[in-house]
């Protein structure tokens, strides 16, 4: 099968398709025929080996895939082979076949082709929890998303959006914004043009709730245009930079900041994780679909890692598959 394959830590440029033996699953792990893979950050920094798991060399990048059941290890019993599944893993999404633990599959929700199932799970489970199971958002107050147009951030937009919140989007320039705004932002804060704090304590009057997938320099600007009791919940730092949060502001006003692990909530709040699965599979029934701005073969998979690197993208990209 062709992969994806990484024989240094470093930057994408240095990621290359080889053929390698079709893998096969042990106890407890199914085979799966990849028909498209969504291209995450983490995926960067794990190449890189700059994320917080170590995947050991040599190996294939890729967490997040969409494919069909073609192979059941030991002691498996579902899903049946031919179902339809996406899931998440550390790494070897980026190949014609993954094998993955039994309980790292979800079925796709009825409405999302391969692309935008690879797309969905992800993003908008980090979203969902970020917002309702981390955030405790509740309909009617606002929210500020930095990053609001990358694959995360217009996750947030728009289940938030769709949850009753009010949105206000922040990113760096104003074509991001206007895809933020499609998603049903409220308003727009260009924090490269604009004062964030400023922006946004003059639209909200102090936001209830700042979702961060990006960290940096941004970050306390937005915890510091938070209303007295407020919540801060990060999620990552696409920046790159981690940001150091003075915590007398977080005394001062009695603020709340809460980090976002997806492993995490998975194995320890079975019952939120059922949840977040129930509310976007609704969701979904009513016409949502995860922003898929481009969708690349598997021979460019340095490409697409490099604009996901370089902060070039809107909504996710996408590497297909040529194996079917």
């Not at 914004?177 to 490269?192: S, T």
């Not at 639209?203 to 941004?218: R, Y």
């Not at 003075?246 to 009695?254: A, F, T």
């Not at 994780?273 to 029934?285: I, K």
Request: one cysteine or more; hydrophobic letters at 50%; a negative charge.
């Amino acid at each position: 099968m062709k992969a994806a394959w990484c024989v240094e830590y470093g930057p994408p440029s240095g990621i290359s398709v080889a053929e390698l033996d079709e893998p096969e699953p042990g106890t407890g792990e199914v085979l799966v025929r990849v028909h498209a893979a969504a291209v995450n950050y983490p995926d960067v920094l794990i190449a890189a080996n700059h994320y917080q798991v170590s995947a050991p060399l040599p190996f294939t990048p890729g967490s997040e895939f969409a494919g069909v059941v073609t192979a059941l290890g030991a002691g498996v019993t579902g899903p049946a082979v031919g179902s339809p599944v996406a899931g998440a893993v550390l790494s070897g999404a980026f190949a014609e076949q993954v094998v993955a633990p039994v309980e790292a599959l979800r079925p796709i929700p009825d409405g999302l082709d391969m692309v935008h199932a690879a797309a969905f799970h992800v993003t908008y489970t980090t979203a969902y929890h970020a917002l309702v199971t981390i955030g405790g958002a509740t309909a009617g107050e606002w929210v500020a998303v930095l990053g609001a147009s990358g694959g995360v951030g217009s996750a947030v937009v728009d289940v938030a959006t769709r949850l009753g919140l009010h949105v206000v989007a922040a990113a760096s320039s104003e074509q991001r914004l206007a895809v933020a705004r499609k998603l049903g932002a409220e308003a727009g804060i260009d924090y490269l043009r604009e004062d964030l704090k400023t922006r946004i304590r003059e639209l909200t009057g102090g936001a209830h709730l700042v979702i961060d997938p990006v960290g940096g320099d941004h970050a306390e600007a937005a915890l510091r245009a938070l209303r007295r009791a407020g919540r801060f919940v990060t999620v990552g730092f696409a920046d790159g930079a981690i940001p150091r949060i003075p915590l007398n502001l977080v005394l001062l006003k009695n603020l709340v900041v809460r980090g976002f692990e997806a492993r995490m909530i998975r194995h320890e709040d079975p019952e939120a994780t059922l949840a977040a699965e129930r509310a976007l599979a609704g969701m979904v029934r009513d016409g949502m679909r995860p922003l898929v701005s481009r969708v690349h073969p598997l021979s460019d998979v340095a490409g697409a890692l490099t604009a996901v690197a370089e902060r070039r993208t809107t909504g996710k990209i996408v590497l297909e598959m040529a194996a079917r």
